[in-house]
């Protein structure tokens, strides 16, 4: 997950990015602060990210922020990302991005980071 953690801070400089390791860092971090965007890696806490986007999608107060669910990553063989892509958002999640799919350069970065962003300016349904 590190690489992932150090891929998104390219991805999004100038952004303050927190990252938390449990779900209880996750939920105390959720009630103590306010965020533009939050994202989840799929082995976030051994697999516990369905568990924290049910508990986001439970609180209205994080009604309005936009909840990406991502793999970040990379392991060897193959790896079916629809099943979780399907979950994540029958879930309601805003999206779910594969960072596989983009390439680790200059321009699978801007095009990842275009994505993102245009996620915070998005109106909510």
Known sequence: AHNAYKRLFV???GYDLRFVETLAEAQSAL??????????GIYFEQS????LLR???SDRKYADIPVV??????LSGTFDVKPFESQCKALGAS???DLAAFTDDAFGN??????LISL??????
């Open 55 to 57: 508990y986001i999608k």
């Open 95 to 97: 999206a779910f991005f």
């Open 11 to 13: 991805i999004l400089p």
């Open 48 to 51: 516990k990210m369905f568990e």
């Open 69 to 74: 669910c991502f793999r970040g990553i990379l």
């Open 31 to 40: 009630k103590a602060d306010n965020f533009s965007l939050i994202m989840i």
């Open 110 to 115: 801007a095009a990842l980071r275009s994505s």
């Open 120 to 125: 915070l300016y998005s109106n909510p349904s």
